[in-house]
C-alpha cells in the first residue's frame, strides 16, 4: 500500500515507519494547538458524569437503557467558572440540561418520552462537582439531573467543551492507536502495553517497541515485521507488554501513542502526570 502525506512540510511517500509515526505525532502536537489545551486548559483526567453506586449498578445490568426528557428544565446560564484548588479560575461556557443528558446516552439523541425502557429525567439543577483534571482538583459547574424511575441522581459536568477546545479535537482525525497504557517503573523505565495484528495460520511477528524523546514529549509506538506468506489474510487482534529504558527522566513530558498522536493517559490506563 502507497500513502502519500504531507507532515510538517516533509512529503513522505511509502508505508509509514515509527519513525515516520512519531514524526507527525511530535509536529501535530507542536501546531495544532493541543499543547497549549495542555498546559493551560480544562483537561479531565476521570469520568465527566457521577451517580451513586445503586444508580450505576442498575444502569450497567441494562443492556438496551436510554434517557428522556419527561419534565421541566432550568434555563441554561451563560456562563460559569471552573476554580481550581492551587486558586486559579476560568470562566467557561456551559451546555444546557438536555445536552448533559445526550452527553450520559449510548446513542446521539434521548429517547422518546414515551419509551418505556427509557429513564425518565423530570428536574436538573445547575450545581457543581468536585472533578480531577490535568492541573489538579477542581470544582467544576455541572448538572444535576433528576430522574423518576432511577433510585438517585447523576452528576455531569456542564463545562462545553466542543467550544472550549479539547485535546482530542485539536489533533483531529487520527488512526486507531497501538499503545493502550503504560506504567511508571522508575524516572527513566516504562512497562508499555500494546495491541497489534496477527495472521491466523502464520507465524507469530516480531514486535519492537519504539520511543522517541523530545523535551516535550516522548512517543511511543511498536514496529511489527513478519514473514510474508501466501494467501489471504484471516486477521485477529493480540497483546503484548515490553519494558522501554528512557534515554533521561520522563519528568512531565506528555506521553503520545505514535499512530493516533493522542496522549496515552486520556484513553487508557496511564498516568497523565508523574507524581
Request: hydrophobic share 40%; glycine share 8%.
Amino acid at each position: 500500500m502507497l500513502t502519500l502525506l504531507v507532515s510538517g512540510g516533509h512529503l513522505l511517500v511509502g508505508r509509514l515507519t515509527f519513525d515516520d509515526h512519531a514524526a507527525r505525532a511530535v509536529w501535530t502536537w507542536r501546531a495544532s494547538g493541543a499543547a497549549e489545551i495542555w498546559r493551560n486548559g480544562f483537561v479531565p483526567t476521570e469520568d465527566l458524569s457521577k451517580m451513586p453506586h445503586d444508580v450505576e449498578q442498575r444502569i450497567s445490568s441494562d443492556e438496551e437503557y436510554g434517557f428522556a426528557v419527561a419534565g421541566p428544565l432550568p434555563p441554561t446560564p451563560d456562563e460559569a467558572r471552573i476554580r481550581w484548588d492551587d486558586g486559579s479560575t476560568t470562566q467557561v461556557p456551559v451546555i444546557s440540561a438536555r445536552q448533559a443528558l445526550i452527553a450520559l446516552s449510548p446513542y446521539e439523541e434521548e429517547a422518546s418520552s414515551q419509551d418505556d425502557r427509557a429513564y425518565k429525567m423530570t428536574a436538573a439543577t445547575f450545581t457543581t462537582m468536585r472533578l480531577r483534571t490535568l492541573r489538579g482538583m477542581a470544582t467544576v459547574p455541572a448538572w444535576r439531573l433528576y430522574f423518576s424511575n432511577l433510585p438517585g441522581p447523576i452528576d455531569h459536568v456542564a463545562v462545553d467543551r466542543a467550544t472550549l477546545g479539547t485535546v482530542e479535537d485539536a489533533i483531529g482525525d487520527h488512526l486507531s492507536p497501538d499503545v493502550r497504557g503504560f506504567e511508571v517503573l522508575d524516572e527513566r523505565t516504562l512497562r508499555v502495553s500494546y495491541d497489534y495484528g496477527v495472521c491466523l495460520g502464520r507465524k507469530m511477528p516480531t514486535v519492537h517497541l519504539r520511543a522517541d524523546e523530545r523535551p516535550d514529549v516522548v512517543v511511543l509506538g511498536i514496529e511489527v515485521h513478519e514473514r510474508i506468506g501466501n494467501g489471504l489474510c484471516m486477521g485477529v487482534g493480540a497483546s503484548g507488554k515490553s519494558t522501554v529504558r528512557l534515554g533521561e527522566p520522563l519528568g512531565d513530558r506528555v506521553v503520545l501513542d505514535a499512530k493516533s498522536r493522542l496522549p496515552i493517559c486520556l484513553h487508557w490506563s496511564a498516568p497523565c502526570r508523574i507524581g
